[in-house]
């Protein structure tokens, strides 16, 4: 079994960070990971999309042609990034940044105002999050439990009280 997966926004909405708690719950599960990051030219504000592939099984190319599961933060990673959703796979969209959502009917489009959930929250950059949350469901591999723990590794042992807010916004996400 596999999960390919692409997260994609500006830099400094948390892509990779994302991409990073994928991996460590991934690990956690002692599963099979490859998680690859691609910056744009920009130190921040610019694009930022990563690739993660977790798999049961050895993993033997790290290119993800089509994947079964996608978060995007803004528009224009919306506009590049719909295309590569194989069919019968989810996408979910931060639709608080993403304006235009012309639906392809043979995908999932999990859209959610996760700007304002984390403004809900008072923690308005915990919007990724909250996206996190929404993927949950439509990942094959792990679950929320994998999730924690790999929060609890990456965010709680260097800041408890961190810790306690991610999982408060990946859980709202995983509600919707």
């Not at 069919?87 to 304002?116: C, F, M, Q, W, Y």
């Not at 994998?146 to 929060?151: D, H």
Request: charged share 20%; glycine share 8%.
């Amino acid at each position: 079994m596999i999960d390919t997966i692409i997260l994609s926004g500006f830099g400094g909405q948390g892509v990779m960070f994302i991409g990073k708690v994928l991996a460590y719950a991934a690990m956690e599960k002692e599963l099979q990971v490859c998680w690859i990051p691609s910056y744009g030219p920009e130190m921040r504000g610019g694009t930022a999309n990563c690739s993660v592939i977790i798999s049961d099984e050895e993993i033997h190319s790290p290119v993800i042609e089509k994947a079964d599961v996608a978060i995007v933060l803004n528009q224009p990673s919306y506009d590049k990034f719909l295309s590569r959703i194989k069919p019968g796979g989810a996408l979910v969209v931060n639709s608080s940044i993403v304006e235009s959502t012309a639906a392809r009917h043979d995908i999932k489009l999990i859209s959610l105002p996760a700007t304002e959930i984390a403004n809900e929250l008072g923690k308005p950059a915990l919007a990724n999050m909250v996206c996190l949350g929404a993927l949950i469901p439509s990942l094959k591999l792990l679950n929320l439990n994998a999730i924690e723990k790999a929060m609890h590794e990456v965010v709680g042992k260097k800041k408890p009280e961190l810790f306690a807010v991610n999982m408060e916004a990946i859980k709202k996400g995983l509600d919707r």
